[in-house]
């Protein structure tokens, strides 16, 4: 991680294919585009690549949750069952399609584990947003009986872990819906770019739909075809497909990088007594975009990821205190601040998010470190890398 590591001729390509023959347009015009379809082949070898029925690209990864649950009928006042370690875009999300995040507990995979899932269902729970963070997969096999056994809808959000699987099913496409996220720093870029990924023929149906003001896409008339519901403007461009197919071509490539640097990484820290690691479900499916560790205390956790920059160790994460990835520190999600008044102020019963307590999360957040396996690196790098962890720890 990231793809843009990897740009080359291939993307410059693609991308001057659509200026020189093709257009802009991912929809119609027929008559321009010398039969350059840049969205419909990148959707096409998603689905090949993940063995799924349908995806769906659109403008970003915020997008495709937006229209997945939209897509699979989430809305006002429905609760969402959600991570407190995410991206935002994993909760903003929630309260834009009027419904209602519900925080649980992560486990030692970093994702939502099952029994806090089950601790938090209510009468109205009709999702949840199952994050795969970090590059890696929740504990399917104990979430999937949970969700089944409650008759609640699995959104994965698989934004940061394309290319790993779970028993050989691609994340993403283990649930009802997935999304995948091609903004500029993912594991493969679009520049800006997104994806609902499903099996499920009327999800997909309403993902085109909403995403698109409610076309329903039929015949090779826009201004004729009909709108069964209505929608909003997520649509990719042919630039941003094009640019997204050259990643694509690149991604088992890209995977296999990062696994390749991320066990030689790995197997060093791993003399190192008083690091444990994070729990991979599936190691055999991680896309190897980080490598998690925890250390014993909060304590010795500051101090490490201090020492680690001081010896000049980048990439590192210590997202306890970062404030974009856990819940600790989003002063405005928890104090509801928006423009202009959200849905959820309409519910009665909605939760204080200010007093939301995830200790469990807490405990195990404030002793964790990631870092960033990255493509470039060369073998000297990596040993030079290995030295100077080797040296922070002593
Ligand atoms: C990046 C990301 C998103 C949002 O994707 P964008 O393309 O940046 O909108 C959502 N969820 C997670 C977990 C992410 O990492």
């Given at each position: 991680?990231?793809?843009?590591?990897?740009?080359?001729?291939e993307?410059?390509?693609?991308?001057?294919?659509?200026?020189?023959?093709?257009?802009?347009?991912?929809?119609?015009?027929?008559?321009?585009?010398?039969?350059?379809?840049?969205?419909?082949?990148?959707?096409?070898?998603?689905?090949?690549?993940?063995?799924?029925?349908?995806?769906?690209?659109?403008?970003?990864?915020?997008?495709?949750?937006?229209?997945?649950?939209a897509?699979?009928?989430?809305?006002?006042?429905?609760?969402?069952?959600?991570?407190?370690f995410?991206?935002?875009?994993?909760?903003?999300?929630?309260f834009?399609?009027?419904?209602?995040?519900?925080?649980?507990?992560?486990?030692?995979?970093?994702c939502?584990?099952?029994?806090?899932?089950?601790?938090?269902i209510?009468?109205?729970?009709k999702?949840?947003?199952?994050?795969?963070?970090?590059?890696?997969?929740?504990?399917m096999?104990e979430?999937?009986?949970?969700?089944?056994?409650?008759?609640?809808?699995?959104?994965?959000?698989?934004?940061?872990?394309?290319?790993?699987?779970?028993?050989?099913?691609?994340?993403?496409?283990?649930?009802?819906?997935?999304?995948?996220?091609?903004d500029?720093v993912?594991?493969?870029?679009?520049?800006?770019?997104?994806?609902?990924?499903?099996?499920?023929?009327?999800?997909?149906?309403?993902?085109?739909?909403?995403?698109?003001?409610?076309?329903?896409?039929?015949?090779?008339?826009?201004?004729?075809?009909d709108?069964?519901?209505?929608?909003?403007?997520?649509?990719i461009?042919?630039?941003n497909?094009?640019?997204?197919?050259?990643?694509?071509?690149?991604l088992d490539?890209?995977?296999?990088?990062?696994?390749?640097?991320?066990?030689?990484?790995?197997?060093?820290?791993?003399e190192?007594?008083?690091?444990?690691?994070?729990?991979?479900?599936?190691?055999?499916?991680?896309?190897?975009?980080?490598?998690?560790?925890?250390?014993?205390?909060?304590?010795?956790?500051?101090?490490?990821?201090?020492?680690?920059?001081?010896?000049g160790?980048?990439?590192?994460?210590?997202w306890?205190?970062?404030?974009?990835?856990?819940?600790?520190?989003?002063?405005?999600?928890?104090?509801?601040?928006?423009s202009?008044?959200?849905?959820i102020?309409?519910?009665?019963?909605?939760?204080?998010?200010?007093?939301?307590?995830?200790?469990?999360?807490?405990?195990?957040?404030?002793?964790?470190?990631?870092?960033?396996?990255?493509?470039?690196?060369?073998?000297?790098?990596?040993?030079?890398?290995?030295?100077?962890?080797?040296?922070?720890?002593?």
């Open positions: 991680m990231p793809g843009f590591e990897l740009f080359g001729l993307e410059k390509q693609e991308v001057a294919d659509v200026m020189d023959n093709g257009f802009t347009f991912r929809y119609n015009f027929d008559h321009v585009r010398n039969d350059r379809w840049k969205t419909r082949e990148m959707e096409a070898l998603l689905c090949k690549k993940m063995s799924a029925k349908h995806a769906h690209l659109v403008s970003s990864g915020t997008a495709a949750l937006q229209t997945a649950m897509a699979a009928g989430i809305g006002a006042g429905d609760e969402v069952i959600v991570p407190p995410t991206f935002v875009a994993s909760i903003e999300a929630v834009m399609a009027g419904a209602v995040p519900v925080f649980a507990e992560i486990d030692h995979t970093l939502l584990s099952a029994a806090s899932i089950e601790a938090v209510t009468p109205k729970t999702a949840i947003n199952l994050v795969h963070m970090c590059g890696s997969m929740a504990k096999d979430i999937i009986s949970v969700c089944n056994k409650h008759n609640l809808l699995i959104l994965e959000d698989a934004c940061q872990a394309i290319g790993g699987s779970y028993r050989g099913q691609a994340l993403g496409t283990i649930g009802d819906v997935g999304c995948y996220s091609f500029s993912k594991t493969i870029t679009c520049g800006e770019g997104g994806a609902v990924i499903t099996n499920n023929d009327a999800i997909y149906k309403h993902a085109h739909m909403f995403s698109d003001h409610g076309h329903d896409h039929v015949g090779s008339d826009r201004g004729a075809e709108h069964p519901m209505m929608g909003l403007n997520f649509r461009s042919e630039m497909s094009a640019l997204g197919l050259a990643q694509l071509r690149k490539n890209i995977i296999d990088i990062q696994r390749k640097n991320k066990k030689i990484i790995k197997d060093a820290m791993a190192i007594p008083e690091i444990t690691f994070r729990d991979i479900p599936d190691p055999a499916g991680d896309s190897a975009g980080f490598l998690t560790f925890f250390m014993p205390s909060e304590a010795r956790t500051v101090e490490i990821n201090n020492k680690l920059a001081e010896h160790v980048d990439g590192c994460f210590y306890y205190i970062n404030k974009w990835h856990y819940l600790k520190n989003w002063q405005h999600i928890k104090q509801l601040k928006s202009a008044a959200l849905p102020t309409l519910i009665e019963d909605k939760p204080d998010y200010t007093q939301v307590l995830v200790p469990q999360s807490d405990a195990i957040m404030s002793c964790t470190i990631s870092m960033l396996i990255k493509l470039s690196w060369t073998e000297d790098e990596i040993t030079q890398r290995i030295e100077n962890i080797k040296r922070a720890f002593a």
